[in-house]
């Protein structure tokens, strides 16, 4: 009867071990950008077992932090073909993101470290609201879409001026900031 215990230990040992290692060889591919790894792995499991909301405020993490690398950055004579002047205003490229991200410019400090040449936050309110009940995006699969019905959860204008206030720059990268009005005005 001692054998059992210690034979219960050893698979727990073997599984602590396993998952660990696991967990840190898909560590490791996810920060070297391994585009295989994220294609065939990562994204699928995500996709399965990841609230949406959840995987977009991970994301948001990640982004912020820049924990994600860039692969490929563009050479000198790339960003110089791809600079693009629209309303008299200089993109570095013509490659951004839409507002709907990073809706408290918790992420576009990220977002400049990756090479866009513009980024929108918000959308964002006056004040704060909490945007629509959960659940509120929803995945098409078989499209490989989403639905987003979040209703302009966000923390406020406020918020978002002193985020964006504290940036030195964000050059070569415009940001924009997309705004709407509250529920209830």
Do not use: W
Request: net charge positive; glycine share 8%; proline share 5%.
């Amino acid at each position: 009867m001692s054998c059992k215990p210690r034979q219960m230990n050893k698979f727990v040992s073997f599984l602590g071990i396993t998952l660990g290692g696991t967990m840190t060889f898909g560590a490791i591919l996810a920060y070297r950008g391994d585009e295989t790894f994220y294609s065939k792995a990562l994204m699928p499991l995500v996709s399965k077992y990841v609230d949406p909301e959840l995987a977009h405020e991970a994301c948001i993490f990640f982004t912020k932090h820049k924990l994600i690398r860039c692969q490929n950055r563009l050479t000198a004579s790339q960003e110089q073909m791809l600079k693009t002047n629209v309303f008299e205003m200089t993109f570095a490229n013509p490659i951004g993101v839409a507002a709907g991200f990073d809706k408290n410019s918790q992420a576009v400090f990220g977002l400049n470290h990756y090479g866009l040449g513009f980024a929108e936050v918000g959308t964002v309110t006056p004040r704060p609201q909490d945007g629509n009940p959960k659940k509120r995006i929803f995945r098409i699969p078989q499209d490989k879409a989403l639905i987003n019905r979040c209703g302009f959860n966000n923390k406020g204008l406020d918020f978002v001026t002193d985020t964006l206030s504290k940036a030195k720059s964000f050059k070569p990268m415009l940001v924009g900031l997309n705004l709407e009005k509250n529920k209830d005005t």
